[in-house]
């Protein structure tokens, strides 16, 4: 029986479950054992209990042996890397964008000036506060049902959440508006779930390899590539998404391109600064590399250095 540990929220659970339910359909037995996180008993904001907050104990159980494996939201997981494990699988993501949930239905652009938005991100409170609409921004924590009732019960205008989770807990009816990158850039690796287990493990290991997804491998590896090397971590004001695309060159041939759009965000929405870059899937990481480096060039720096400092 392969043990999978998870958080013990109903997203955690949905999402960890449908990693369990393609392992029984392969014929691999497997059960969820849900671990406690500092993330699910700290109701602070993100920036301020650390990274890797809902992952932390999540890999202890795993080193353990309390667990076999675990299943996380990759944009939850650190970027540095950590010898004992591996992530043997990147399963097929979810629609990455975020969403808007409202009152009365309504996108942003129908949102009066002062209306009241929630979100747990800074990043989406600096991309937020860009595009120039007069919304109050409040912190929100809790979890996505939590988040949902704030919007019915009229305690806010609307919250902004990733719209996969919705997607995973069936929810996607509540969705007002989803939001095009040119709005609102996701965190890297929004949408996809990192298969983690013992880096030693390698039997288990390629058995849970049969759930991987290139497509989504090469897009999270250059999205976490450039998150790495602006050195910032999963509540920084950073945005990103890539995708594989289909060209064709110029004696009339299909190929696959591996695309990539990045951002940088000031908390006070002062400052977005964007930039991109394609390459070859098989080399994603140097692709993010690259547009990272172009980010520098425009500024990313000191954009950076100013939100560590008010931190």
């Known amino acids: 029986m392969i043990r999978i540990g998870t958080r013990g929220s109903l997203l955690a659970t949905t999402q ?17 054992v849900i671990i406690s996180t500092e993330g699910d008993r700290n109701q602070g904001p993100i ?8 992952t932390a104990a999540l890999r202890e159980a795993v080193d353990d042996g309390r667990v076999d494996m675990a299943v996380h939201s990759y944009k939850d997981l650190p970027t540095a890397p950590d010898e004992r494990f591996v992530i043997a699988a990147i399963p097929r993501r979810e629609d990455p ?10 996108v942003l652009g129908e949102l009066p000036p ?5 979100t747990s991100s800074p990043r989406r409170a600096a991309q937020l506060r860009a595009l120039g609409l007069g919304l109050e921004i409040r912190p929100l924590r809790g979890n996505l049902d939590t988040r949902l009732n704030r919007v019915s019960s009229g305690d806010l ?14 929810r996607l009816g509540d969705v007002s508006e989803s939001l095009e990158p040119v709005q609102m850039l996701p965190a890297p690796a929004q949408g996809a779930l990192a298969v983690e287990c013992r880096a030693r493990d390698t039997d288990l290991a390629a058995v849970l390899a049969e759930l991987d997804d290139p497509d989504t491998r090469a897009a999270v590896t250059a999205e976490r590539a450039l998150l790495a090397e602006l050195e910032a971590g999963c509540s920084a004001p ?26 940088v965000a000031a908390l006070d929405g002062s400052d977005v600064i964007r930039a991109s870059g394609i390459g070859s899937p098989d080399r994603a990481r140097e692709l993010g590399l690259s547009v990272a480096a172009e980010l520098f060039e425009l500024g990313a720096r000191d954009v950076l250095a100013i939100e560590r400092s008010d931190r």
């Open 97 to 106: 964008r975020d969403a808007l949930v409202a009152r009365d239905g309504m």
């Open 16 to 32: 960890a479950g449908g990693v369990r339910d393609a392992l029984i359909a392969s014929g691999h037995p497997a059960e969820l």
């Open 157 to 170: 205008d609307g919250i902004v959440v990733a719209r996969a989770g919705l997607a995973r807990i069936g």
């Open 114 to 118: 002062g209306s009241v938005i929630g």
């Open 238 to 263: 950073v945005g990103a998404i890539a995708e594989v695309v289909e060209s064709i060159d110029e004696e009339g041939r299909v190929f696959e391109e591996l695309s990539l759009r990045g951002c």
């Open 47 to 54: 920036a301020e209990i650390g990274v890797g907050v809902f």
